[in-house]
């Protein structure tokens, strides 16, 4: 079993920055494949960021040039970096962890972007 617990997220003006981070219970964090998901009101939840247990990442073309995601695996942590964010950013933001068949996911942190 494992844990995500994300956190960073807030309001923010257009064209601020916002650094998420999502903390993960276990002792294999290493061996998971990593992601971040978003969904605002009234859409389905989509694909923001994957990074994968080597490093290999993937973006969604709407954030591809803006967002970052990283791992450090001595702490257990995944991160994404958002940056020149617009109000199409403003959605609830979860974590992601799989490995083989198996899928974690965290409680979901809000991001809104407005001023």
């Known amino acids: 079993q494992v844990q995500l617990v994300e956190s960073g997220g807030g309001l923010v003006q257009p064209g601020g920055s916002l650094r998420l981070s999502c903390a993960a219970s276990?002792?294999?964090?290493?061996?998971?494949?990593m992601g971040w998901y978003r969904q605002a009101p009234g859409k389905q939840r989509e694909l923001v960021a994957t990074i994968s247990s080597g490093g290999n990442t993937n973006y969604a073309d709407s954030v591809k040039g803006r967002f970052t995601i990283s791992r450090d695996n001595a702490k257990n942590t995944v991160y994404l970096q958002m940056n020149s964010l617009k109000p199409e950013d403003t959605a609830v933001y979860y974590c992601?962890?799989?490995?083989?068949?198996?899928?974690?996911w965290g409680q979901g942190t809000q991001v809104t972007v407005s001023s």
């Open positions: 276990g002792s294999i964090f290493m061996f998971y494949a």
């Open positions: 992601n962890a799989k490995y083989v068949s198996v899928e974690y």
